[in-house]
């Protein structure tokens, strides 16, 4: 699979229709919030004797509110019925509701004009679930990030084109408000024919019976979520991170106008930077974690989050300019530490949002997918609504400013990564492997797709270097309990890194027969519970870099429970960094970033995985190549 197969989705029916239909609504909602905005800011004192921060905050209550009361019940839409079905309705219910928005613009109708702002947020509701409930269903495992991606460029992308146009077509001189009306229309129209390619995707569950008390619901769907540790975590993460974007992204006009003295040019400049930003990183997410979920860029796409939001305060002005044009910002070369401020934020943000859509889709149960992101759904509402609170809470009765709030908005990231991170260390231990074979290693993987995406199995490598277990590791997708030597397993610090990937120690029966009676106990449990092991039959780590004869650990575990083994070869290891001295060459020069293999065989049944057979199949798959 080439690094841009992510792009070869546009040219399928399967992607293609869904992807423009969701960012077709995305620009319209934005199009209409938007130009009402402008339309509340010019006409605000003279409506219902309102000011305009009352009626713009009043105007975002309105439009998420049905995110809190009814996800819960489109949710279990979502799964039970079939979802291109679904789509057409909605995106007719959109030409309806901009029907209504015309006519609230030409009555000059707020009420009218607020209830169409809340049937557009109840649009998105009922659609939240279809959007992230149909890319599993249509997309294979390896292509789910790359949609993802697309997905989340296609929709930012969609939202600055509409925070764009939205004033624009509010500002063109006319009678009432006819150009947002026809244009609103006319996107409407064109998203409904669009689903129309759509093609179909079967309902996941459709004996559910709906339940239709929106309450009891909604803490239903808040269960699924804690059913698995790492989806509720995962979607706290994603929840945190709408309210860090919400922080910084609706700071941004009044960051260009207060601080930077700027206009509504720049102010769109300063969004097309974050845009641009958040689709380049949710690009870039499908090469760096190859064409996989990959966990590990969640954490380095929290550290950037910081590091540049921090960084977004040293660089404002210390006192508000005045008179800045767009051309005048970019030709002061002190400008562009701002800039490469709010691109980096937003390519970090996709290295941080990307891989845990895709996470909460592959780890939660499809019969109830729908209803955990309807779940999602709700937390990300309620994580926004307090971001507005506490931006206002800041800028207000704290009397910070805009770039201490960033500063804040950075430090708390922080905290809440740490925090997270102690709760789920599988994120922090697949950044740490996945740094490792990206710098210090370039790893071809061969054969990744014998790797069964489920149920038990025993992996069996040679053993090169002390980094093999984080090299393998990095390299499958599923998380793999490692067998491990215990005096390795008790080094002081590490012993925290391998206690929480659930390594297994283990001895010999004459040094500790305890330990290694609990080590078989231990890889039974795993097995018996569809985990992956991981097992280096050699014993230790070769010294000369020729594979040792196998021990008949393998066969013990096989008695107990019988799983297929799937034969892995390390190669071009020997000799580098991490691995003994070679007594002929010493050690040979070390190089940054160098090439090395893993590659791995066909899976062995346990019926015929005695230890000579899974040698013999270790040896063929390494050759030569140490």
């Given at each position: 699979m080439s690094a841009q197969s992510q792009f070869k989705l546009f040219r399928e029916r399967r992607f293609m229709p869904f992807f423009l239909t969701q960012a077709l609504g995305a620009l319209n909602d934005n199009i209409f919030k938007n130009a009402l905005a402008a339309l509340l800011v010019f006409k605000a004192s003279s409506l219902m004797g309102l000011n305009t921060d009352q009626l713009v905050n009043f105007s975002a209550m309105i439009f998420i509110l049905p995110f809190f009361l009814f996800s819960a019940l489109f949710g279990q839409f979502a799964d039970k019925f079939e979802k291109a079905g679904q789509i057409r309705r909605i995106k007719l219910f959109e030409i309806v509701i901009m029907s209504l928005a015309t006519l609230g613009f030409w009555l000059d109708s707020l009420p009218l004009l607020f209830s169409v702002l809340f049937l557009l947020g109840l649009q998105s509701t009922v659609f939240g679930p279809i959007k992230y409930g149909i890319l599993p269903q249509v997309l294979s495992r390896r292509e789910l990030v790359g949609g993802n991606a697309l997905i989340e460029m296609g929709t930012f992308v969609a939202i600055l084109g509409g925070t764009i146009?939205?004033?624009?077509?509010?500002?063109?001189?006319?009678?009432?408000?006819?150009?947002?009306?026809?244009?609103?229309?006319?996107?409407?129209?064109?998203?409904?024919?669009?689903?129309?390619?759509?093609?179909?995707?079967?309902?996941?569950?459709?004996?559910?019976?709906?339940?239709?008390?929106?309450?009891?619901?909604?803490?239903?769907?808040?269960?699924?979520?804690?059913?698995?540790?790492?989806?509720l975590n995962s979607v706290l993460g994603i929840s945190w991170f709408w309210f860090f974007g919400a922080t910084v992204l609706v700071q941004i006009p009044s960051y260009s106008q207060n601080i930077l003295g700027g206009d509504a040019q720049l102010m769109s400049a300063l969004l097309a930077l974050f845009i641009v930003g958040i689709s380049t990183g949710s690009l870039l997410c499908e090469k760096l974690s190859g064409h996989d979920v990959e966990i590990g860029l969640v954490p380095l796409g929290s550290i950037g989050l910081t590091l540049f939001a921090v960084d977004l305060f040293f660089a404002s002005p210390d006192l508000p300019l005045s008179g800045t044009t767009v051309s005048s910002f970019f030709s002061h070369l002190g400008n562009w530490r701002i800039v490469l401020d709010l691109l980096m934020i937003g390519i970090?943000?996709?290295?941080?949002?990307?891989?845990?859509?895709?996470?909460?889709?592959?780890?939660?149960?499809?019969?109830?997918?729908?209803?955990?992101?309807?779940?999602?759904?709700?937390?990300?509402?309620?994580?926004?609504?307090?971001?507005?609170?506490?931006?206002?809470?800041?800028?207000?009765?704290?009397?910070?400013?805009?770039?201490q709030l960033f500063l804040i908005t950075g430090i708390l990231n922080l905290l809440v990564a740490v925090?997270?991170?102690?709760?789920?260390?599988?994120?922090?231990?697949?950044?740490?492997?996945?740094?490792?074979?990206?710098?210090?290693?370039?790893?071809?993987v061969i054969g990744a797709e014998k790797i069964p995406t489920e149920g038990a199995v025993l992996l069996a490598a040679n053993h090169v270097s002390f980094v093999d277990p984080l090299i393998i590791g990095g390299s499958v997708r599923r998380p793999i309990r490692f067998v491990m030597y215990q005096g390795i397993y008790q080094i002081p610090v590490l012993r925290w890194l391998f206690k929480h990937s659930k390594a297994i120690p283990i001895a010999s029966e004459k040094e500790n027969p305890e330990v290694l009676a609990r080590a078989w106990e231990r890889i039974d449990e795993e097995l018996a519970h569809e985990e992956p092991v991981g097992i280096f039959p050699e014993g230790a780590i070769?010294?000369?870099?020729?594979?040792?004869?196998?021990?008949?650990?393998?066969e013990h575990i096989l008695q107990r429970r019988a799983v297929p083994v799937v034969p892995m070869a390390l190669c071009f290891l020997w000799g580098s960094l991490f691995s003994r001295r070679d007594p002929v060459y010493r050690r040979r020069p070390y190089k940054l970033w160098s090439r090395i293999e893993l590659r791995i065989g066909e899976p062995i049944p346990a019926a015929e995985a005695n230890v000579e057979a899974v040698e013999a199949a270790v040896r063929t798959l390494r050759g030569e190549d140490r």
């Open positions: 146009a939205g004033p624009l077509l509010a500002g063109v001189e006319a009678s009432w408000p006819i150009w947002v009306s026809g244009a609103a229309l006319a996107v409407a129209i064109l998203g409904w024919l669009t689903s129309l390619a759509i093609p179909t995707a079967p309902a996941v569950a459709p004996e559910l019976k709906i339940n239709w008390n929106i309450f009891s619901e909604t803490a239903r769907n808040l269960r699924f979520l804690g059913k698995n540790r790492v989806v970090f943000g996709g290295f941080y949002i990307v891989p845990l859509y895709a996470l909460v889709q592959q780890r939660s149960e499809p019969a109830h997918r729908s209803r955990v992101i309807a779940g999602n759904n709700i937390l990300n509402a309620l994580f926004m609504v307090v971001s507005a609170g506490f931006a206002m809470l800041a800028l207000g009765s704290m009397g910070l400013s805009i770039p925090y997270i991170y102690s709760l789920v260390p599988e994120f922090l231990l697949r950044f740490l492997t996945w740094v490792l074979i990206h710098t210090i290693y370039r790893v071809r070769t010294r000369d870099g020729d594979i040792a004869p196998f021990r008949p650990g393998i």
